[in-house]
C-alpha cells in the first residue's frame, strides 16, 4: 500500500520560508511525475483537479515550477529516502493554502496523479 505524508507547514510572515518535505512509501519510483499542488483556503473540499500546480518532476527529471513562484520556490527530490522536497522561500500572504504532494503520473496533469497525500497547511501573515 501506497503512502504519501507531507509535512513542513507553518505559519510564516511574509518574506520568511518554509521546506516542505513529502514522503513516499510502499512505492517504487517509476518513469513518473511527481508534483506539489496547492489549493487556495476554502477551496479544501473541490475535486482534485481544482488544484493548482506548484512544482513537479517529470520522468525525465526535468523540473518545473509556476511562474507565480519560479525564483522562490524549488523542487528536489532525494530518491534514497523517497522524499520529495519543496523549498519556499520569500513567501507572500496569497502563497496561504494547503499544500498537497502527489506520485505516480504519466504525464504532469493534475488529473493523472494516482497518489495523493492529505496536505499541509501554509499560512503567510502580511
Known amino acids: 500500500e501506497v503512502h504519501v505524508v507531507e509535512s513542513g507547514g507553518g505559519s510564516v510572515q511574509s518574506g520568511g520560508s518554509l521546506r516542505l518535505s513529502c514522503e513516499v512509501s510502499?512505492?517504487?519510483?517509476?518513469?513518473?511525475?511527481v508534483g506539489w499542488f496547492r489549493q487556495a483556503p476554502g477551496r479544501e473540499r473541490e475535486e482534485v483537479t481544482s488544484r493548482e500546480e506548484v512544482a513537479s518532476i517529470d520522468s525525465h527529471d526535468t523540473t518545473t515550477v509556476a511562474d507565480s513562484m519560479k525564483g522562490r520556490f524549488t523542487i528536489s527530490r532525494d530518491d534514497a529516502k523517497n522524499t520529495l522536497y519543496l523549498q519556499t522561500n520569500s513567501l507572500k500572504p496569497e502563497d496561504t493554502g494547503m499544500y498537497y504532494c502527489?506520485?505516480?503520473?504519466?504525464?504532469?496533469?493534475?488529473?493523472?496523479?494516482?497518489?495523493w497525500g492529505q496536505g499541509t497547511q501554509v499560512t503567510v501573515s502580511s
Open positions: 502527489a506520485a505516480d503520473a504519466p504525464r504532469c496533469v493534475t488529473s493523472e496523479y494516482k497518489y
Open positions: 510502499g512505492y517504487t519510483r517509476k518513469k513518473a511525475c
